[in-house]
């Protein structure tokens, strides 16, 4: 008999899965400034640290604040 395959998904047992997609997006927004060799937005910027801190979700970020 063959090895035994993962589930797909990888999701957990308990259906609690880690939202990642704000980090995920982070990532891929300073790996495309570095290669644009840009600076990253002050506003994002802000708003990423914030999430960090406090951990509430970013729900839109606006440039006429």
Same mark, same amino acid.
């Given at each position: 008999? %063959?090895? /035994?395959?993962?589930?797909? %998904?990888?999701? /957990?047992?308990? %259906? ?10 982070? /990532? ?8 644009? *060799? ?6 994002? /910027? ?5 999430? *960090? ?13």
């Amino acid at each position: 008999m %063959g090895a /035994k395959k993962k589930k797909a %998904g990888g999701k /957990k047992k308990d %259906g609690d899965d880690e939202d990642l997609s704000v980090d995920n997006f982070m /990532k891929a927004y300073r790996k495309k400034c570095t290669e644009l *060799q840009c600076e990253m937005s002050k506003i994002i /910027k802000g708003k990423y640290e914030e999430y *960090q801190e406090e951990g509430d979700p970013i729900t839109k970020v606006s440039y006429n604040s």
